[in-house]
């Protein structure tokens, strides 16, 4: 009866692991998408501000 008992518990702990582990890994990819797209918004805006700034200092 323990040895069942002590089957479960350990079988729920390495389920619990395992979907941990994969959420894990799921939060970590996307995490690493929403970074590369934002580095890639934030350098178009850069880019955009820095050819305002070229035209309005060329204007007279």
Do not use: C, K
């Amino acid at each position: 009866m323990i040895g069942l008992f002590l089957s479960e518990v350990v079988l729920f702990a390495v389920a619990a692991l395992l979907g941990f582990a994969i959420g894990w890994r799921v939060f970590s990819w996307s995490d690493g998408r929403r970074r590369r797209a934002e580095e890639q918004h934030i350098n178009t805006l850069r880019a955009a501000l820095s050819d305002a700034q070229v035209r309005r200092a060329r204007s007279p």
